[in-house]
Nanobody
Framework: QVQLVESGGGLVQAGGSLRLSCVAS????????MGWHRQAPGKQRELVAV???????NYADSVKGRFTISRDNAKNAVTLQMNSLKPEDTGVYYC????????????WGQGTQVTVSS
C-alpha cells in the first residue's frame, strides 16, 4: 500500500502564491508519475500538472506560466508552486501518484483546499 500525504493550501488573495507539497510512502517499487489534480465545486476533477519518471512535465493550459511542478525522487516527493493565483484556481487539490508495485496502481492523497479570493 502507498500513502500520499499533502501539505500546503489555504486562503490567499488573487495574485498571491501558495505552495503544495506531497510525500509518498509505503510499498513503492518505482514512482512513475507524480502530479496534482484539482476539483472545483460542481466540476469534474482535472489535471493541473504532472511530472514523469523520465523528467518531463506537463501542465494544464490554464496554469502554464503560473504554476511550477518539481519532484524530488530521493524523497518520493512532489511540490507545486502556484503563483499569480486567480479565483478560478479555487478547488480541492489532490496529489496523485502512479506507482509500479505489482503492476501499476494509481494512488491519491486526501486533498487540500485552495481558496483564492477576488
Amino acid at each position: 500500500q502507498v500513502q500520499l500525504v499533502e501539505s500546503g493550501g489555504g486562503l490567499v488573495q488573487a495574485g498571491g502564491s501558495l505552495r503544495l507539497s506531497c510525500v509518498a510512502s509505503g510499498s513503492i517499487a518505482r514512482l512513475i508519475n507524480m502530479g496534482w489534480h484539482r476539483q472545483a465545486p460542481g466540476k469534474q476533477r482535472e489535471l493541473v500538472a504532472v511530472s514523469t519518471s523520465g523528467g518531463t512535465t506537463n501542465y494544464a493550459d490554464s496554469v502554464k506560466g503560473r504554476f511550477t511542478i518539481s519532484r524530488d525522487n530521493a524523497k518520493n516527493a512532489v511540490t507545486l508552486q502556484m503563483n499569480s493565483l486567480k479565483p478560478e484556481d479555487t478547488g480541492v487539490y489532490y496529489c496523485h501518484a502512479l506507482v509500479a508495485t505489482i503492476g501499476f496502481n494509481n494512488y491519491w492523497g486526501q486533498g487540500t483546499q485552495v481558496t483564492v479570493s477576488s
